[in-house]
């Protein structure tokens, strides 16, 4: 069975190609643990560690030395380790029955960024004597921030000396990282007074079959504003000698400045319509913005590209999303285009997309895509659905993708990512890639430097070699 | 200001793999160390548990003062070291450990070489001396909380030893400051380990209405209730001790009820109950209260003693509260010297058992007396006035049977009734036994089948078994028909160590049915009363081990039980001589017996009824001294006195049983006796001889019977050991209070041993008629016997002047004196002490200096880092570079979060044009603020490699901002 699953696993198209680091280790409590539902939203664990056993263990030797010796303080002896058990065990459980929590936290954040829980704890109505007898002390206090890719909490427990009537806690992430994270739940532990066993309780802020409702916090790929300079290579680098002049159409015009007028295109506002100009030459003539004198652009993110190393892929959707961003900056409507393709039949699609929220196409769809795109290993491309490179033929399609290593030093590591404006042609690389799984080693960019180097089809040109997402700014 | 550039940092990602080679050594897996345990306060509590442990042991094992010293000296100076240097691992700290590790060892067999030499090998006390030593040795490696752990555990073990030893009073208030002590030890740690696993927080609370108030309030509240919750542990220890079923009671539980269940009984799990009638917490120091008829307590204030006469006439003894039968000849009193209100005059005892049969001898002298007072000279002792019974071989009649250098043959001593020791005369509170048992008992020495009228015999031995030892190790007594017990009778096993500590006879004291018992001499001899034999006398220091089954009665069940009369035919039949009456007997007596106990019921049912009315009709008072007395003895109990000790119970007991058709017997031996919380076992004296009855009851055998007010046979006293038994008995203590029922007055050392056995004096009247105990010529006084009842003033003196009552009452109030012995320390012919300086002092003073140094240096470092109580590495290296940062004018507020300090680089308001800053130090501390919030937050396994990064960064931004500032 184990073998059946480990050769699903290697077979699984959509296997990460890097094992997820994981975000933080699982507060350890080498303890054995026995756990059960108290109530619909709330788990109760206990931990029995070894030195209960230990204590458990002691108390018939004592009781049976007693019975040996016939001396009474025995008994008194084994009385004390018998009510430091029920003591240890107990009291924590009441701690942890005392409490309620609560938690809110931001909705989204960029990675790299800390984000800022606050916990609320409660204690139910007491009067003062009865909490002065039961305090609530020395709470550990964890949300349960699980990346979705990840299996454990990215937070600390939180240490709280003392709960009254209410206290809340602030807990800071450390900086995150790119990607999805659901609080399942937050925990609070005890093992006040004695330390002999922990009790842990969880309330869980939705039902396992309500995934999706969680209150999650997207984090964002690093953004940063790019100059745009590099757009006029993008003319140079198209078969079309009038360059990708008004490729785009003005969906989202944010220039007021007109640079003249145009003929009309399908599409075209007919409020954009310049009667007077159209009057004149007896066709229909449109407004053209200066926006749309720039080149538009898709930008492709392949996954199963030939990433060295996680460092390079989150830089390469960095640029990605600061790409995203210039193109919706400069009024058009740039389409983030994925490989393998993530619009297909559910089943299709790999884990990290089962919780993206339907958006329309934009740039908040962009943000979640980007927020959750992980490199891929090479697996059977014919078993995934075509990706499809869009409808417009005028604008550029962009692609960051790595360095190759062109060097005969195999062990060198190059971490750079080139930023290349490739043909919409590169289809055919990757059935070709299909064909030949060998030659599919490097799918796209690799086939597609080869060729531009003089065999076969060209399937694009570098712009220019980024090492460090600062390099994008005047880029 | 400038925008610096990004400075390139090491990334471990971009360092080129390590290629594999097949013939690369596996790197050596990393062994993580456990982190140095911070907490002062734990370290301070488990210091307070090695002393506190090793104070104790030594108490106990009674170890020199300067072992003691080093021991203590050990675990202080180790607990503060290794607290130094916890961090740190240090040869001479290894070094001190071994070496007292080794003399510690070396200490051992020494000692254990010097008991094997002496012949007397105990491993107790050199084991306990090892351990005490280990206990002080480890506090010097107290480095992590496992090793405090370890360190518990090992006081854990040096208190379980200790506590062999140790039985009193004193070792349960260790205990629990020991129990106080680990759960503030648990405390502590539990504090550091919930500490260790989580980052403190922000947190705050919502203040209510008046909020200083509040505030204050909550602080003294967090501070104070968990020592309130550390408090529960020893209280609730203290109701679990109390409630804790004895093993015995277990063992009890599951044997009854697989018995039960064999025979097709109902389940019975109220295992708390005790069998043998005394709670368990009888046998808790501090806790029992034994029936006054059993001497355990009691003994009303004493009456003033007249002054003696001149000196010829010993007063009269005092009543052991285990006669039989009273009586005593009339004789002149001993010439001892005797002191009032303590004095036990040898004029003979008041109620002897069988003091009617003293013969023609001497009158003992007179005992020894209290210390405080001056002592009055005893009367002489009595004179027979007639020549003695033939049955008379009582010992005390010659003064030299004192010392036991008269010995008589078993069937002598058993027809004398010796109760108690012969020299009981004098000294009343004579340690007779000490008896090791979980469980207060009767002991049963003698049993009488056959009544006068004026005093008990034995009709006849029977045939006698002899039992000797199995295997070398125990003889065994279960085979023999008076030993039988009962298929289905549902008992307890007990085993009882007892030692013997006067010369007692012949007879063997044992608890109820004895099964095993391990006596150094064969063989025992077992009669057809189930008495117990030797075949030499059983001297003082003899030690013997018993097992027996002590019966328990489900009276409820005996009294249900249907009355079979073919059964009683048979009985009655067959224990013929169980029924006999004295000639003559007072027909008042029979009409009595049978209105008493009716017609209705069973055996059982009757002779219940029976003890039942003399329980509440009759008056026990042991100093009644009817000399006059020449009546039968039931009767003149039953019709005349109507009060009297528990012979006179017993032979009224017995002869209504018989009265009615109930086959009986007399029952001599002694009461559980005073638990001694000095040592942890039950003393039995002269004073705790006792007797009471047995009734045959078909389907249980001999069932006894104590029919005194106080007597707790056949059935356990409701008290057990639950803890609602104890709230109850606390009840009825407090109902007694407030119904005027004063407690019984703290136990009287007697003044005179009230004799079980015959009159120690020459009052013997000669035709066998009752005697008249003791009475004293010369003497007025009434010496009252032992058991502690109240005894009349043992004043046999001459009428010393200073003879007062008030004198005899100051010293016979005076509570009699516990022997403890303490153990004996082994011998050290070796004195090692010197050597032991050399080789400790020495070192010990090097070390106190380092430790010394170690602690102004740290006392310095804490006075530099003052922010935090316990800071970080982590935080260290922030508040050295919140420091270093201050040089180029960028001051850290005590709002600011690293983010705001590093917004501090680009904001206008705090660009001084005077100060230039590195283009470096931006980046640099913007690195290091990124890894100080990852490892303050952050929760990943990269913290080491964090740790060194950030030490690297400190140390950048160190040697910048000196370097920039001395440029400028």
Redesign the interface.
């Given at each position: 069975m184990q073998t059946l699953l480990k050769g699903f696993w290697s077979k699984y198209q959509f296997r990460s190609k890097f094992v997820a680091t994981?975000?933080?280790?699982e507060?350890g409590l080498k303890a054995l643990r026995i756990g059960f539902r108290d109530s619909p939203n709330t788990k109760i664990a206990l931990y029995l560690e070894q030195?209960v056993f230990i204590a458990a263990l002691?108390v018939p030797l004592?009781?049976?030395?007693?019975?040996?010796?016939?001396?009474?303080?025995?008994?008194?002896?084994?009385?004390?380790v018998?009510?430091?058990i029920?003591?240890?065990l107990m009291?924590p459980l009441w701690q942890v029955l005392d409490v309620t929590t609560q938690c809110s936290l931001p909705n989204n954040s960029m990675a790299g960024d800390?984000v800022l829980l606050k916990i609320t704890l409660e204690r139910r109505k007491h009067t003062?004597l009865f909490?002065?007898?039961?305090?609530v002390?020395?709470l550990?206090?964890?949300a349960n921030l699980v990346a979705n890719n990840g299996k454990s909490?990215?937070?600390?427990?939180?240490?709280?000396?003392?709960v009254?009537?209410?206290?809340?806690?602030?807990?800071?992430?450390?900086?995150l990282r790119r990607g999805v994270y659901h609080l399942h739940g937050i925990e609070i532990?005890s093992?006040?007074?004695?330390?002999?066993a922990w009790w842990s309780r969880t309330f869980e802020l939705k039902s396992e079959t309500e995934e999706d409702s969680r209150p999650s916090i997207v984090v964002y790929p690093r953004m940063v504003q790019i100059e745009g300079n590099f757009l006029y290579k993008i003319r140079s680098a198209t078969d079309s000698p009038m360059g990708l002049v008004a490729s785009r159409k003005p969906t989202n015009v944010v220039s007021s400045s007109v640079r003249g007028v145009r003929e009309f295109m399908h599409g075209d506002s007919p409020r954009l319509v310049h009667w007077a100009s159209s009057a004149r030459v007896g066709r229909l003539l449109v407004r053209e913005f200066e926006a749309e004198g720039l080149p538009g652009y898709d930008i492709l993110l392949n996954l199963r590209a030939n990433w060295v190393?996680?460092?390079q892929f989150e830089l390469a959707v960095s640029i990605v999303h600061s790409l995203m961003n210039l193109g919706f900056k400069l009024g058009g409507a740039p389409d983030l285009l994925v490989v393998p393709s993530l619009d297909g039949e559910n089943k299709y699609l790999p884990y990290f997309m089962k919780d993206m929220p339907a958006l329309p196409p934009g740039l908040a769809r962009s943000g979640h895509l980007l927020a959750r795109v992980e490199p891929l290993k090479q697996g059977k491309a014919s078993a995934t659905q075509p990706t499809s490179l869009g409808e417009s033929a005028h604008a550029a399609l962009l692609t960051i993708r790595p360095t190759a290593n062109e060097t005969a030093d195999s062990?060198?590591?190059i971490?750079t990512v080139d930023l290349a404006v490739i043909p919409r042609t590169w289809e055919a690389a990757l059935a070709q890639e299909a064909q030949s799984s060998k030659e599919a080693h490097m799918p796209v960019h690799e086939g597609g430097i080869v060729n531009r180097r003089g065999s076969g089809k060209s399937t694009g040109r570098v712009i220019t070699v980024i090492e460090?997402l600062?390099e994008v700014v005047r880029l | 200001m400038k925008m610096p550039s990004l400075p390139t940092l090491p990334s471990l990602s971009k360092e080129p793999k390590p290629t594999k080679s097949p013939n690369t050594p596996k790197p050596k897996q990393e062994v993580k160390f456990e982190p140095a345990e911070d907490s002062i306060g734990l370290r301070i509590v488990a210091c307070g548990i090695a002393v506190l442990c090793i104070i104790t042991a030594c108490i106990y094992v009674n170890s020199t003062s300067m072992l003691i010293f080093f021991y203590l000296w050990g675990a202080l100076t180790g607990s503060y070291v290794s607290y130094q240097f916890r961090h740190q691992k240090t040869f001479w700290l290894t070094f001190i450990t071994t070496a007292g590790l080794l003399i510690v060892l070396g200490n051992f067999f020494e000692e254990m070489f010097v008991q094997f030499n002496t012949g007397k090998v105990q491993a107790l006390v050199p084991f306990i001396h090892v351990l005490t030593g280990l206990q002080a040795l480890h506090t010097f490696d107290l480095r992590a909380k496992s090793d405090i752990n370890v360190s518990a555990l090992i006081g854990l073990g040096l208190f379980a030893c200790t506590a062999v030893i140790a039985r009193d009073v004193l070792f349960a208030y260790i205990t629990l400051a020991y129990i106080t002590l680990v759960a503030s030890l648990l405390y502590y740690e539990a504090v550091s380990r919930t500490r260790s696993a989580g980052a403190v927080g922000m947190s705050s609370e919502r203040a209510e209405i008046n909020e200083l108030r509040e505030a204050a309030v909550k602080k003294k509240v967090s501070v104070g209730n968990a020592f309130i919750s550390l408090a529960m542990l020893p209280l609730l220890s203290i109701l679990v001790f109390l409630s804790l079923p004895r093993v015995e009671s277990l063992f009890d539980l599951v044997l009854n009820n697989i018995r039960r269940a064999q025979n097709g009984e109902t389940l019975n799990l109220t295992w708390v109950k005790s069998p043998n009638g005394i709670g368990v917490l009888g046998t808790v120091p501090g806790l029992s209260s034994l029936p006054k008829s059993m001497g355990g307590q009691g003994g009303e204030p004493e009456r003033g003693g007249k002054s003696g006469g001149n000196g010829t006439g010993g007063g009269r003894a005092g009543t052991a509260g285990t006669d039989l039968v009273s009586g005593s000849g009339t004789g002149t009193g001993g010439d001892g010297t005797a002191i009032p209100g303590a004095g036990a005059s040898g004029g003979g005892a008041g109620e002897s058992i069988n003091g009617g049969a003293a013969g023609d001898g001497k009158g003992a002298k007179a005992g020894k007396g209290g210390k405080n007072v001056k002592g009055g000279k005893g009367g002489k002792g009595g004179q027979s006035n007639k020549p003695g019974d033939v049955s008379n071989t009582n010992p005390a009649t010659k003064p030299s049977v004192n010392k036991g250098d008269e010995e008589k043959s078993p069937e002598e001593e058993d027809k004398s009734m010796v109760f108690r020791n012969k020299d009981s005369v004098e000294h009343e509170n004579e340690l007779i036994m000490r008896v090791m048992s979980s469980r207060d008992t009767y002991f049963r020495r003698v049993c009488f089948d056959k009544y006068d009228g004026h005093s008990w015999t034995i009709s006849s031995l029977g045939k006698e078994s002899k039992c000797s030892k199995h295997k070398n190790a125990y003889q065994e007594l279960a085979g023999v028909p008076s030993l039988f017990v009962e298929p289905g009778m549902h008992s307890a096993q007990l085993t009882q160590e007892i030692t013997i500590e006067a010369n007692i006879g012949h007879l063997l004291p044992v608890a109820a049915i004895p099964q095993q018992i391990a006596y150094p001499e064969d063989p025992i001899l077992v009669d057809q009363f189930g008495a117990l034999r030797t075949k030499n006398p059983i001297k003082a220091g003899t030690h013997y081990r018993v097992v027996s089954q002590v019966p328990d009665y489900d009276v409820d069940e005996m009294r249900k039980a249907p009355f079979d009369s073919k059964d009683a035919q048979s009985t009655t039949g067959e224990f013929q001589n169980y029924l006999q009456l004295p000639a003559g007997l007072n027909p008042e007596i029979t009409k009595l017996a049978k209105s008493v106990a009716g017609s209705e019921g069973n055996s059982f049912a009757k002779a219940e009824r029976i003890c039942n009315f003399l329980r509440r009709n009759y008056k026990y008072s042991s100093d009644l001294t009817d000399a006059d007395n020449k009546e039968e003895i039931a009767y003149h109990f039953l019709f005349r006195t109507k009060e009297g000790a528990c012979g006179p119970f017993t032979t009224a007991f017995v002869v209504m049983c018989r009265a009615v058709g109930l086959p009986a017997r007399s029952i001599g031996g002694f009461g559980p006796g005073d638990f001694n919380d000095g040592t942890g076992m039950h003393e039995i004296k002269n004073m705790h001889g006792h007797a009471w009855g047995e009734v045959y009851i078909p389907g249980y055998d001999w069932v006894p019977f104590d029919a005194t007010p106080t007597g707790l046979l056949p059935k356990p006293t409701p008290e057990d050991n639950s803890f609602m038994g104890t709230v109850k008995k606390g009840f009825e203590q407090l109902s007694d209070r407030f119904n005027n029922q004063t407690p019984t007055p703290p136990p009287l050392p007697p003044q005179q041993a009230s004799l079980p056995q015959p009159p120690t004096g020459s009052e013997k009247s000669a035709d066998g008629q009752p005697g008249q105990g003791g009475k004293s010529q010369g003497g007025s006084t009434t010496a009252r016997g032992a058991d502690g009842k109240p005894a009349k003033s043992g004043a046999t003196g001459n009428g010393a002047a200073d003879n007062t009552p008030g004198a005899t009452r100051s010293s016979e109030n005076k509570k009699p004196e516990t022997k403890t012995e303490a153990p004996k320390a082994p011998e050290k012919p070796v004195d090692w002490h010197e050597l032991i300086l050399l080789i400790i002092v020495v070192p010990a003073v090097m070390l106190l200096f380092q430790a010394i140094r170690a602690a102004v240096m740290q006392a310095r470092a804490a006075r530099k880092v003052k922010s935090l109580e316990k800071p970080k590495p982590s935080t260290l290296l922030y508040l050295k570079v919140v420091d270093d940062l201050a040089r180029v004018k960028i001051y850290r507020l005590p709002t600011d979060t690293p983010q705001d300090l590093l917004a501090r680089f680009s904001s206008d308001e705090d660009y001084d044009p005077e100060v230039s800053i590195h283009p470096d130090l931006e980046p640099l501390c913007k690195h290091f603020m990124e890894l100080y919030i990852a490892d303050r937050f952050g929760c990943d396994d990269a913290a080491e490699m964090r740790a060194s990064q950030m030490k690297k960064l400190s140390d950048q931004i160190h040697s910048l901002v000196r370097v920039k500032h001395h440029d400028n």
């Open positions: 994981p975000e933080g280790e507060w030195r002691l004592i009781y049976v030395f007693a019975g040996e010796t016939t001396n009474q303080w025995f008994y008194l002896i084994a009385a004390g018998i009510s430091a029920v003591l240890g009291m800390s003062k909490a002065l007898l039961f305090p002390k020395w550990l206090v964890r909490s990215v937070l600390k427990p939180m240490l709280v000396e003392h009254g009537h209410e206290s809340w806690v602030y807990a800071a992430t450390s900086p532990y093992c006040f007074p004695l330390g002999l190393n996680r460092e062990n060198l590591i971490e460090r600062e | -």
